[in-house]
């Protein structure tokens, strides 16, 4: 190897070649960057998703234990949850309560009614509060 403390003479294939190793170097850099921002997403998404498993478990134990009857609908009024004292209060199966079939139950208020109430109070800016 010869040292010199001369300026280098670059020839034009010379400086073509660290253009080309300049241009993937470049790309392997981000590349890498990309794939390590990838693996803390993913990280983050598993940790995420243990905590909702952890929390949906308490909600089914909680859910189970307690002596009241509970049902879950989604906006539309469509039920999709109930626990065994709801079923065992009501006379109806899980099946029978799914999507509107709670209605039947008789012993819950008529669904359009305490969306009205929902849907006023929201309007007025109290904050909406089981009954």
């Known amino acids: 190897?010869?040292?010199?403390?001369?300026?280098r003479q670059w020839e034009t294939e010379e400086i073509a070649l660290v253009q080309q190793l300049s241009t993937q170097m470049a790309i392997a850099i981000q590349q890498a960057t990309a794939?390590?921002?990838l693996e803390?997403?993913?990280a983050e998404?598993?940790?995420t998703e243990a905590h909702l498993r952890q929390s949906e478990q308490r909600y089914a134990s909680l859910a189970a234990a307690v002596p009241v009857g509970i049902f879950r609908?989604?906006?539309q009024?469509?039920?999709f949850y109930v626990n065994e004292r709801w079923c065992s209060?009501?006379?109806l199966t899980p099946e029978e309560a799914a999507e509107t079939g709670w209605i039947k139950s008789g012993v819950i208020a008529p669904f359009e009614r305490?969306?009205?109430e929902k849907i006023v109070i929201a309007m007025s800016g109290e904050s909406v509060h089981a009954p």
């Open 114 to 116: 305490v969306q009205r």
């Open 40 to 42: 803390t997403e993913l």
């Open 1 to 7: 190897m010869v040292e010199s403390f001369a300026p």
């Open 73 to 75: 609908t989604d906006a």
């Open 77 to 79: 009024g469509n039920c």
């Open 35 to 37: 794939y390590q921002q």
């Open 89 to 91: 209060l009501t006379g």
């Open 45 to 47: 998404r598993q940790k």
